[in-house]
């Protein structure tokens, strides 16, 4: 078997590897294919194809293509614990509805639900993407991808003109655009001119008016079927995305921040492996699993309130020398430490009332350590023991890692959520870790260059506790 080429450290080049896989990466399936693949070239393999293991091994373990997990194997006993890296890879968007195009007067729309915490009035008038897959019933699966080349067209959801909007701007932000009305336009057809002086004109059965109504889903579909082989009902097994069309781009004059779509929770995700593939083995095993769902309440068998992670991790112990014993999962998930790697609420010095100044999390002020997320009395949340904060500290200040304390904003004010309590449940210690983000959950979200540069270093240090 020839061995893979030894490639340049993610990190050398940070900011632009991080844009690429924003550009790259701007669904869940789309990001764990570009992790494999890199994975891969640095000496990880698909633990299926490994019949033993052991110090020093690489091995990841991949669920339906959305959600990963990735160990290093220490020289330690695996029951001591790990060092563990979590974050996600989904972000909130559109989803195409399982019956999805229509034609209403002249105007094709593909139909669409929202997924996760979005305002619905950020996404009409954007250029937007399709990203996805679709399932035929021969068992092939064809990867979509329209909008991102700059020969492609682009998609909209369309608004009302100012003009005519009276009673729209006397409704609420949550109410100016609903649901069910952020349908994404697909196509127009020009009307079919009508010769009302011609009597034939006049007796034109229902059977044709109908089928001259579904011209312009006919076109679409005709188009789909040409350039992806693929009909409307192959459309009831696919799964297509709809992002803001563009790539991330540096912002501000200075260029001091990036501006890209995904960057909730793709930010943490792309630091956290790139820390794992630049950091060499030690005593203990290290690991970054990357899971789905996250924004929809971590639910289903891609997301981390699944056993997708224990299952993940049962693979990797029954491979190794002593081979596998329920007393070994547990002890080595209650022992390992986590961070969760995931963003945070960048303080908004246009919105300042929103936030407790003296702990809120500031753009370039580096790693955000969050001890506790949740709502109101800490609802929900996973709140971190003040032990394992001071290792964490320690383990910054060592290695000189800029990071700050904060809260998601104050209290009452709301509140949120990720993964870390769900590791939690498994007794190990767990705090949350991330990127402060400004523009949390809109198409477009803003990050630092320097908080991105912290956060890697933080993560490169953090596998090194012991």
Known sequence: MKKSKKTALLGENLIENYKNFLNNGKTERECVSQIIKTAESYGYKNIFDCKSIK???KVYVQKMNKAIALFQIGSDSIENGMNILGAHVDSPRLDAKQNPIYEKDFVTYLNTH???GIKKYQWVTLPLAIHGVVCKTDGTSISVNIGEDEIDPVFCISDILPHLAQEQMKKTGSEIIKGEDLDVILGAVIPSKKDESKDDEKKKDKKKKKEEKLTGKKIILNLLQKKYNIDEKDLESAELEIVPAGKARDCGLDRSLILGYGQDD???AYTSFAALMDSPATNRTSCCICVDKEEIGSVGATGMGSHIFENALAEVIARLPNGYSDLTLRRCLANSNMLSSDVNAAYDPLNNSLYDKENASFLSGGLVFNKYTGSRGKSGASDANPEFIAKLRNCMNTAGVTYQM??????DQGGGGTIAYLAAKYGMNVIDAGVPVLSMHAPWEITSREDLVQ????????????
């Open 55 to 57: 110090a020093g091994d």
């Open 455 to 466: 956060a890697y270093n933080g993560y490169k240090a953090f596998l090194t506790i012991k």
């Open 266 to 268: 793709r930010s943490c």
């Open 114 to 116: 929202y997924y996760g």
């Open 406 to 411: 904060a809260e998601l904003g104050r209290v």
